[in-house]
């Protein structure tokens, strides 16, 4: 196991661990904040880097948090995903690789593009 995998093991949850570094993903509607609504933002939970604002959440039906653009787009990478026999672009905080979920093009306007991530790769920070 290397030093990394170590740190990120003892810091995360084994939910948090399997999601945001083994690239897995929680069942829809289970999240802690697919149907949070409180005002603040949403950090990466390895790393605390600002990836989205309550601001552009919305529900989408899906069961997970959608957002419609991140907050700081350049904390949030995309990575072609062909696992599952699809093609689909992976989301990723930009700062440490997290797995956060993944962007499509069915999201509202003014983007439409629904950033579908996993409650498990997130912490949030409220509105002071």
Avoid at 68 to 80: K, N
Wanted: with cysteine; net charge negative; hydrophobic share 25%.
């Amino acid at each position: 196991m290397s030093d990394d995998d170590e740190k990120w093991r003892s810091q995360l949850t084994p939910e948090q661990y399997r999601i945001a570094r083994e690239k897995g993903t929680e069942r829809a509607f289970t999240g802690a904040y697919w149907d949070h609504h409180e005002k603040g933002k949403y950090l990466c939970v390895c790393c605390g880097a600002e990836l989205f604002s309550s601001e552009h959440k919305y529900d989408s039906g899906s069961g997970w948090p959608s957002f419609w653009q991140p907050s700081r787009p350049e904390h949030v990478g995309e990575d072609e995903d062909r696992s599952h026999f699809m093609v689909r672009t992976e989301i990723v905080c930009s700062r440490c690789g997290a797995h956060l979920g993944h962007v499509f093009e069915d999201g509202p306007r003014p983007t439409g593009t629904r950033y579908c991530v996993n409650s498990a790769s997130l912490t949030f920070e409220p509105e002071e």
